[in-house]
């Protein structure tokens, strides 16, 4: 199968909106403390209609740039853009994904496993602390 590279600018084209708002999330968010450890570049290879959406994450020490770019990267996601939504919902999660094949890596394989820190939690979850705070952990 042939398949078209495209290059994208914010707003436009066939891409998804839940994908956009989801990269513009993380790139407003500027520093996130939960990467303040985290240094290196992660590009996301998006598939739809035989088309390629790119999008670089570049990380340094918590804070996070995004760009629509085709370039080098420490580890490479390749994922169709709908499975990638189900990650963005919180109704996938990454490690699992990438296990079952969902998703594909080259590159730094931490990256991979920092995933989990990008994407929402499953639907109806909470945080084991609110949980407890709660009484939720009881019986």
């Known amino acids: ?3 078209v590279i495209r290059r994208e600018i914010r707003g436009g084209g066939a891409m998804s909106e839940v994908t956009r708002r989801f990269f513009d ?3 407003r968010h500027g520093h996130e403390r939960v990467l303040r450890k985290t ?3 992660l590009r996301f290879d998006l598939e739809h209609n035989d ?3 790119h999008w670089l994450v570049e990380i340094r020490g918590g804070a996070v740039r995004v760009s629509q770019q085709n370039s080098d990267a420490d580890a490479v996601i390749r994922s169709d853009n709908a499975f990638f939504e ?3 919902r919180g109704e996938a999660k990454p490690l699992p994904a990438w296990l079952r094949n ?3 890596s080259e590159g730094k394989f931490r990256f991979v496993v920092l995933l989990e820190r990008l ?3 499953p ?3 909470r945080h084991p602390r609110l949980l407890a705070r709660q009484g939720g952990g009881r019986r």
Do not use: H, K
């Open 51 to 53: 088309e390629i959406d």
């Open 86 to 88: 189900r990650m963005v």
């Open 39 to 41: 240094t290196g570049t």
């Open 123 to 125: 639907p109806g979850s």
């Open 1 to 3: 199968m042939l398949l």
């Open 25 to 27: 999330e993380l790139e």
């Open 102 to 104: 969902d998703i594909t």
């Open 119 to 121: 994407f929402a939690p």
